[in-house]
């Protein structure tokens, strides 16, 4: 059974930085692809970034661009989010996910592994 657990939200200050993790089990993580998703209040899910597994070849929505770095540490079985710099409109519940895709997948749809996410909320 696929288990994906994410840590590391919480509620910050705007311009404040916060590292997300996801630890993965019940897969052979180093052969996924990996991505990072969010929901806000009243808002369809949006792709964040994503990773390959064979890269690694990293993507990231605009939104987000500059100010978040998605990485993986295949030993420990973790993906990690780095965002700094965050603005309100990053407030959402954010979410892993993980599909045995090649390449790197922006679609939600592509992903048949999601944990269950982790709420991050930024004030102004």
């Known amino acids: 059974q696929v288990q994906l657990v994410e840590s590391g939200g919480g509620l910050v200050q705007a311009g404040a930085s916060l590292r997300l993790s996801c630890t993965a089990a019940?897969?052979?993580?180093?052969?996924?692809?990996m991505g990072w998703f969010r929901r806000a209040p009243g808002k369809e899910r949006e792709f964040v970034a994503g990773?390959?597994?064979?890269?690694?070849?990293?993507i990231y929505a605009d939104s987000v661009k500059g100010r978040a770095t998605i990485s993986r540490d295949n030993a420990k079985h973790t993906l990690y989010l780095q965002m700094s710099n965050l603005k309100p409109e990053d407030t959402a519940e954010y979410y892993c996910?993980?599909?045995?895709?090649?390449?790197?997948?922006?679609?939600?749809?592509?992903?048949?592994?999601w944990g269950q996410g982790t709420q991050v909320t930024v004030s102004s």
């Open positions: 019940g897969l052979t993580f180093e052969y996924y692809t």
């Open positions: 990773i390959n597994w064979d890269g690694p070849e990293t």
């Open positions: 996910a993980a599909t045995g895709h090649s390449g790197t997948n922006r679609s939600d749809d592509e992903y048949p592994f």
